[in-house]
Structures are given as structure tokens and as C-alpha cells.
């Protein structure tokens, strides 16, 4: 079983909307109301919908250094090779300029996934012939090697910030859907790598709880061992998918995407064992920093349903804290996970969703 076959293909767009922050909660957007049969659609739909904005606003340009034979003076003269004409009798100078030009990396990367996507049998002729007219304007722009795409090193500032959400999209697009080669070329097969998926949803959860709950202080933060000495050479990071707090309120969220959500020997299921001593682990670690100051610090494993006939729904207290272990079913309408990530806030923090 893949666990990808339970999510519908609508929610996995809320969910990047989500994770890359491509929708605003003030404005409509024709996407969310469309059906997807299949995820390459999806991606087709919001790719074209984005290049065609920045399409509006101008490609971003870059200063690219030029070097020509030319009769006339532009920019530097580079003189061994200007020397090298004249000795062969060639009136031309051979010159060196600075030209703004669409050939850039943040273009290049649209374009190579936008062709991925035209490539793929998967998408729908309608998505196709937008990507297509959309192309035209990037007649200059290069392919890139996606695996030479060094993505943690792409900056954005004031002139290219409108790039970084499609710039986003277009990672997950080329890194989470595989890659094969047929003669010498790049196709699109299909969405099915399950760590990628867990990292999405990982951020989905994160940033649903920044966007809907400004009450609450949220992050993916490290967690602190609670040390007698203060020596903890060779420790591990304990890093969290999600922390909520609000005050001295605090709830630890581990986010799994699983193909199982429970492990089952000789027939009789149990919790995971490891996801159960690390969640356990960050509470009373976290609940030690408050060294006797009034707090509730809780934990929750919060597995990604699917389709097995048994699902935990279990609330524990252990030494003083509370850990719960819920299912998040992402097969359902979004609308249904959205009142239930609602509730955990509700039943955690006693808030509501803002307006």
C-alpha cells in the first residue's frame, strides 16, 4: 500500500498552499476550485497559474557577462583578442559587456519543470497549451540539470522575491516527483516518494497553526536536554515537527506519515515504539525547563490515516503529562481537517481559529 493513494488530490494542494504559503486567506483562487484526477494536473494548474503571473510582472533579469567580435566598441575591449583579429586581418574587436537577460537560474528552474510537465502523458491537453503559450517568453532561458540545482543557496531579495513560492513549487515538483532518463531525456513518472510526502506534511501542520492561530507562539524548534551538569557532549538534537505554546501552555507535535500506523507483532497492534519514547523524551525534557513555574506541557503523534482496519486514538497521561496519539484523515473533505486540527488547538489551548 502507498500511503499517497489516501490523500485526495484537492488536499494535497491545500496542503502546499499551505506549506509554501501560495494562497492568501483574502484572496479567491481559481485553482482551489477546480477537480484534479491526478497530482501532475494539480502541479500543471498552479504552475501554469504562477508563471502566468510573473508573467505579468516581468521576468526576473540578471546582469550576464558577454563577450563578442564586433566592429564597433561595446563595453571593454579585450585586447588579446582584439590583437589576435587584427593579426589575421579581421576588422573586429573582440569586446566584453555586462546584458540583463531572462537566462538566469530562478528562469531556468520554471522552465525545466514547466517541460517536465508538458512531457508527462499524465497531464491534460487544457494545462498543456497554457504551459505552452507561456513558454514562448522564455525562448532564451536555458534547461538546467536538476540535480545540480543547489537549492539551499538561492537567495531571494527585493527584485526576485516574487519567484519564491513558485521557486518552491518547482522543488517539490522536480525533487518529490522521480526523475528517469529515456535517451538522454528527462520524464515525469510519479509522486511517490513517502519521505518527501512526510516532509510536506510536516510543514503543512506548521505553517496551518502560523496561519490560522496568531494566538499561539508556533515553531519548529530544537528541544533542550534537561542536564544535572550541563555536559551533554554527544546528545542528540532533538528537533520537533511542531511546538504550540501559548504562556506556559505547550504542546509538542510529531507529524508521521507512515504506510502503517501502528506496528502489530504476533497479531496483536501496539504503538511504534520509537515514535513513542521520542515524543515521550521531548515532554519531559521541555517540561523541565519550567523548573517549578505553573505549566502544562503535553506531546501529540500525529499519524497521517490510512486505510487499516485499526487506528490509534489513545490519550495517555504519563509521570504528570499528557501525550495523545490521533490520525489525521486526509482522504477526507478539507473542511474535516481543518475542524480537526481546529479542535486539537481548542481542546490543547481552549482557542478558535480566527475569523
Not at 504551459?131 to 540539470?145: A, D, H, R, T
Not at 510536516?202 to 528541544?223: D, G, K, N, T
Not at 546528545?235 to 511546538?243: N, T
Request: hydrophobic residues 40%; charged residues 25%; neutral net charge.
Amino acid at each position: 500500500m502507498r500511503q499517497n493513494e489516501h490523500i485526495l488530490i484537492k488536499n494535497i494542494y491545500y496542503m502546499l498552499s499551505y506549506a509554501f504559503q501560495m494562497l492568501r486567506p483574502s484572496e479567491p483562487d481559481d485553482v482551489a476550485t477546480e477537480e484534479f484526477d491526478n497530482v501532475q494536473n494539480l502541479f500543471a494548474a498552479i504552475q501554469s497559474k504562477g508563471i502566468g503571473q510573473q508573467l505579468k510582472q516581468g521576468l526576473y533579469r540578471e546582469y550576464q557577462d558577454r563577450r563578442e567580435d564586433i566592429p564597433t566598441v561595446r563595453g571593454r575591449i579585450n585586447l588579446p583578442g582584439s590583437i589576435r583579429h587584427r593579426a589575421a586581418h579581421r576588422q573586429l574587436l573582440s569586446c566584453e559587456y555586462d546584458e540583463l537577460s531572462a537566462d538566469n537560474l530562478l528562469n531556468r528552474i520554471l522552465k525545466t519543470s514547466a517541460l517536465l510537465l508538458l512531457r508527462s502523458g499524465e497531464v491534460d491537453g487544457a494545462y498543456k497549451d497554457i504551459l505552452k503559450k507561456e513558454m514562448l517568453y522564455f525562448s532564451e532561458v536555458s534547461l538546467v540539470e536538476p540535480s545540480s540545482i543547489r537549492w539551499e543557496q538561492i537567495r531571494f531579495h527585493r527584485n526576485n522575491r516574487t519567484y519564491q513560492i513558485l521557486v518552491s513549487l518547482c522543488q517539490l515538483i522536480l525533487q518529490g516527483m522521480l526523475l528517469t532518463t529515456e535517451h538522454g531525456e528527462m520524464r515525469l513518472a510519479s509522486f511517490v516518494d513517502e519521505q518527501r510526502m512526510c516532509r510536506l506534511y510536516e510543514r503543512f501542520i506548521l505553517e496551518y497553526y502560523r496561519r490560522e492561530f496568531p494566538q499561539l507562539h508556533v515553531s519548529a524548534s530544537q528541544i533542550s536536554w534537561a542536564l544535572d551538569d550541563g555536559v551533554g557532549t554527544m546528545l542528540p538534537v532533538m528537533q520537533s515537527d511542531v511546538v504550540l505554546s501559548r504562556r506556559n501552555d505547550v504542546l509538542i507535535i510529531d507529524a508521521k506519515y507512515y504506510a502503517h500506523t501502528t506496528q502489530t507483532q504476533y497479531g496483536v497492534h501496539t504503538q511504534h515504539s520509537n515514535n513513542m519514547y521520542q515524543i515521550f523524551t521531548y515532554v519531559k525534557n521541555k517540561d523541565a525547563a519550567f523548573a517549578g513555574r505553573p505549566h502544562a506541557v503535553s506531546g501529540m503523534l500525529l499519524y497521517a490515516r490510512t486505510d487499516e482496519a485499526v487506528q490509534p486514538d489513545q490519550t495517555y497521561h504519563m509521570s504528570g503529562n499528557r501525550i495523545d496519539v490521533k490520525t489525521l484523515d486526509l482522504n477526507r473533505d478539507f473542511s474535516v481537517i481543518a475542524a480537526q486540527l481546529n479542535q486539537i488547538a481548542a481542546d490543547f489551548f481552549g482557542i478558535e481559529r480566527r475569523a
